[in-house]
């Protein structure tokens, strides 16, 4: 298909197609591949960036969203309940089970992070966020803010309120909470860290931040965008941790492809506040039904089997991986992977962007993370064939070999 306008300049603003001058251009999706309109076949390990989490053109979604739009609501507006609420949100109680039983739904995790925090401003009366450095919680205000990797935005958004302490620094935490902690609304972390490259937190230390914040009104919020809905091979890192926070942000995996966000968290928090949070678009009725039809379907097969599959497979290639003097790291838990590439051993900045490109054009899609984009990310749906782990790991292992024969 020809495109009549510079696909490279489509947005200024984007990072759109900086892998390749002349990009796929997807016509359609069948499982873990995405087609071009020229018919070659891509390994989708990046899942529209972690949201297609069954795979793509999946029956059971496609045949209720259809559904669905037959019933002829496709969106009630911001302050309405339909059928298709009360249905989801019964459906998420049971799903997320622990404490959680008041929802807000968003657009995207970026919103459902401004609202969390919101939340926690107006529950506590107080302005202060400690967050974490190789945090990432979205590019909208607060989220922004409450974000390490703040990118190209990082002189715009600075506020002396948010607070960074180190990831995984006790004495770091220690320090900065008892200082701030009279002020202090709320402590926002990720589990796993997702977009700075899958960094664990230690048990040791999301286990001090829950205890510190146990005798204190400041909310302790994790955003699990990314982690949710079964990437860690549990429902949800705060089962991997055992660790319930006041807040849970939820994205991504939620809407099965469509655009939902949303936060959870117990009646016990105040969150009377009219006029607070609120956009358009949020629970868009699509998207509320196409997750509704996502997690009963999740709890008929048997899902965290599945990722845990994956996960043996990428276990055993830890030790192949790690035979590359450039890689310094293949690490990850269920079906969220990544190598770390040393882009010193090619003297170049950003080389690991080389690689992807070279992978695309071998027709392997994968993630970009890492703090500083050195992080190759796979991260394949849970439909993914044993054959197709396979075939992918393969066309890494031949850029990987081509690679060091050229640089050694
Ligand atoms: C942990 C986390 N929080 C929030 C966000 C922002 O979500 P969205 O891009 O849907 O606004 C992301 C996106 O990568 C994320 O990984």
Request: hydrophobic share 35%.
């Amino acid at each position: 298909m020809k495109a009549h306008f510079n696909l490279k300049t489509l947005s200024g603003l984007g990072k759109y197609f900086k892998l390749s001058n002349k990009p796929p251009i997807f016509l359609y999706g069948k499982k873990e591949f995405l087609i071009d309109s020229n018919n070659k076949k891509f390994y989708d390990f990046a899942c529209g960036s972690g949201t297609t989490m069954l795979g793509h053109n999946i029956n059971v979604l496609n045949s209720n969203i259809k559904k669905n739009i037959d019933r002829g609501i496709l969106h009630a507006g911001p302050h309405f309940i339909t059928t298709s609420h009360i249905k989801f949100f019964n459906q998420l109680s049971k799903f997320l089970k622990y404490k959680f039983n008041i929802f807000n739904t968003a657009t995207n995790g970026s919103e459902a992070t401004e609202t969390a925090l919101k939340l926690a401003f107006h529950h506590t009366k107080k302005k202060k966020i400690i967050y974490f450095d190789g945090s990432y919680h979205g590019r909208t205000g607060y989220s922004l803010l409450s974000s390490d990797m703040k990118g190209v935005n990082k002189n715009y958004f600075y506020n002396n309120n948010f607070i960074k302490c180190e990831f995984n620094n006790i004495n770091d935490f220690k320090k900065k909470f008892n200082k701030h902690k009279k002020d202090l609304a709320a402590v926002i972390i990720e589990p796993i860290q997702g977009t700075s490259g899958f960094i664990f937190s230690d048990k040791k230390f999301l286990k001090y931040l829950y205890e510190s914040l146990k005798d204190c009104p400041a909310l302790l919020i994790f955003d699990e965008t990314w982690t949710g809905f079964g990437k860690t091979g549990y429902n949800f890192a705060y089962e991997l941790y055992k660790i319930t926070p006041d807040v849970l942000i939820l994205g991504k995996s939620i809407g099965g492809g469509l655009p939902l966000g949303l936060i959870a968290f117990n009646k016990n928090i105040n969150h009377n506040h009219t006029g607070a949070q609120s956009s358009t678009f949020q629970g868009n009725i699509l998207s509320v039904n196409n997750s509704y039809n996502l997690m009963k379907y999740l709890n008929k097969i048997n899902y965290l089997k599945k990722i845990k599959k994956i996960e043996t497979f990428f276990k055993k290639k830890i030790k192949i991986m790690n035979s590359y003097d450039f890689v310094i790291s293949f690490k990850g838990i269920g079906s969220m992977w990544g190598i770390e590439i040393d882009n010193k051993f090619f003297n170049e900045e950003d080389f690991t962007n080389k690689i992807r490109s070279l992978l695309l054009e071998n027709g392997l899609i994968t993630w970009e993370c890492g703090k500083n984009s050195e992080v190759i990310g796979l991260v394949p749906p849970l439909c993914v064939s044993n054959k197709s782990l396979q075939d992918a790991l393969n066309i890494i292992l031949k850029i990987f070999n081509v690679l060091e024969k050229k640089y050694n």
